[in-house]
C-alpha cells in the first residue's frame, strides 16, 4: 500500500511503518482551515472598518469620495482633479491603511479666449463721417459717435460699428478719435482715421498744411503712436486710397439679389467720393458669396451684385473707364466656415485699387 511498509518481527507479527509527512500534511492543511475560518472575517471587517471611517474623514473635508478597500490597500474616487491631493493626504491618514489609490477625471482646461485689440475707422469725406470697427462695449462705440454728431450733424454720420467684448482696450482716447474726424473739418475729401494694432494713421485729403496739423495734433492727444500720411490739395498715393477704401463698411445687396439696400447704396456714394477725390485711380470691383447656393449661382450673383456696383459709381460720376467688374462666386472665402458669421464676411464686394 502506498506510504506504508511492512516490517517481520522474529515473532512472526508484521508491523506497518507509517510515512512520517502525512501527519504533517494533514496539519498544514487543518491550520490552513483554521486562517480561512478567523481571517477572512476579520478581513472584511478591517475592510469595512477603513471604508467607514475614510468616508467619514473624506467628507468632514468637504470630498464626495467613492470607496472601497481590498485589505488595508483602498481605492478612492473623487469628482475633480482638483481634489485628489487632499482626499490622499487624509486617507493616508487614516489609522490601518497601507496605500491607497486616488482616482479622478481628468481635469478639463477652458481654452484662452484669444483677444484681439480694439479696431476703429473713420471715414470723413465731404461733411459726412462714416464709422466702421469693432470695439469692446457699447459705451465705446458711443464715445466715438457722440464726439463728431455736434459738429457734422447726426444726420451726417453714419455708425457702423460692432461691439465685441472680447477685443482688449487700449490707451487710445476713443471720444479723441472723434476730435480727429473733427480737426479734419467738413472740407475733407476721403480722409479717414485708422486705429489699428494701437496705431493712429491718417490718410486721406484735406484744404491745408494747417489742418493737416490740426488733426495731427488731435490724434496724438487720442494715440501714443500716430502716422500722418494726410495729402494737402492733391490726390492721394495708390495705397492711401486702398486704406480709405478698405476702410468702408460692407456693400449690403437685398437677400440672393444684385439690388443694393439703402445701406449699400450710402456705401457705394462714400465710394464714389474717394475716386472723385483721386481721379487718377482706377479700381476693380470683385465679388464674393457665401457657400451658400450652388457654385454656378453664386458665379452669377457675384457677377452681377460686382456690375452693380460699377455701374451704380457710373451714375455717381466716376468715368466707366476707370471701373472693371468681376465676380468670383464662393472660390476665394475669407475666412473658413459655412456658419453666419463666416457667412457674413465671406460675402462681400471689394474695391481693389489697380497699381
Known amino acids: 500500500m502506498a506510504g506504508t511498509t511492512r516490517t517481520t518481527l522474529s515473532t512472526g507479527w508484521e508491523v506497518r511503518k507509517r510515512n512520517p509527512l502525512i501527519p504533517i500534511g494533514v ?24 471604508t467607514d471611517r475614510t468616508k467619514v474623514a473624506l467628507a468632514k473635508a468637504g470630498i464626495d469620495a467613492d470607496v472601497r478597500f481590498v485589505g488595508r490597500d483602498g481605492t478612492v474616487k473623487v469628482g475633480s482633479a482638483d481634489e485628489k491631493d487632499k482626499a490622499r493626504e487624509v486617507t ?10 486616488v482616482q479622478a477625471p481628468p481635469k478639463v482646461t477652458t481654452p484662452e479666449v484669444q483677444r484681439s485689440a480694439i479696431s476703429v475707422k473713420l471715414l470723413v469725406d ?18 466715438i459717435a457722440d464726439a463728431v454728431k455736434p459738429v457734422f450733424g447726426a444726420e451726417n454720420v453714419q455708425d ?27 472740407d475733407a475729401k476721403a480722409a479717414v482715421v485708422d486705429l489699428t494694432d494701437h496705431v493712429v494713421t491718417l490718410t486721406g485729403t484735406v484744404a491745408s498744411a494747417e489742418t493737416k496739423d490740426k488733426a495731427e495734433t488731435a490724434a496724438k492727444a487720442a494715440a501714443k503712436s500716430v502716422r500722418n500720411e494726410l495729402v494737402v490739395g492733391q490726390a492721394a498715393a495708390p495705397e492711401q486710397v486702398q486704406t480709405q477704401l478698405v ?13 443694393l439696400t439703402p445701406q449699400g447704396r450710402a456705401v457705394v456714394e462714400n465710394a464714389a467720393s474717394i475716386l472723385r477725390a483721386n481721379p487718377n485711380i482706377k479700381v ?3 465679388g464674393h458669396t457665401d457657400l451658400t ?12 451684385r460686382a456690375r452693380t456696383v460699377l455701374d451704380t459709381l457710373v451714375s455717381l460720376g466716376i468715368a466707366a473707364d476707370r471701373l472693371t467688374s ?30
Do not use: C, W, Y
Not at 493616508?92 to 489609490?101: F, K, T
Not at 467684448?165 to 474726424?181: E, I, K, W
Not at 447656393?293 to 452681377?304: D, K, P, R
Open 27 to 50: 496539519a498544514v492543511v487543518g491550520l490552513a482551515a483554521l486562517v480561512v475560518t478567523f481571517e477572512v472575517p476579520h478581513r472584511h471587517a478591517v475592510e469595512d472598518s477603513l
Open 92 to 101: 493616508l491618514g487614516i489609522d490601518g491603511v497601507r496605500v491607497v489609490d
Open 126 to 143: 465731404n461733411g459726412k463721417v462714416t464709422l466702421t470697427g469693432t470695439v469692446p462695449a457699447e459705451g465705446d462705440r458711443a464715445k
Open 160 to 186: 457702423e460699428m460692432t461691439v465685441d467684448a472680447t477685443r482688449v482696450a487700449d490707451d487710445t482716447d476713443l471720444a479723441g478719435l472723434g476730435a480727429v474726424a473733427v480737426a479734419l473739418g467738413k
Open 247 to 259: 476702410a468702408l463698411p460692407t456693400v449690403e445687396f437685398e437677400n440672393d439679389s444684385a439690388t
Open 284 to 286: 476693380s470691383i470683385e
Open 293 to 304: 447656393g450652388t457654385v454656378e449661382h453664386n458665379q452669377t450673383l457675384s457677377e452681377n
Open 326 to 355: 468681376k465676380g468670383f462666386g464662393e472660390s476665394r472665402p475669407k475666412v473658413q466656415g459655412s456658419d453666419a458669421a463666416a457667412n457674413g464676411v465671406n460675402r462681400r464686394v471689394e474695391f481693389i485699387v489697380q497699381q
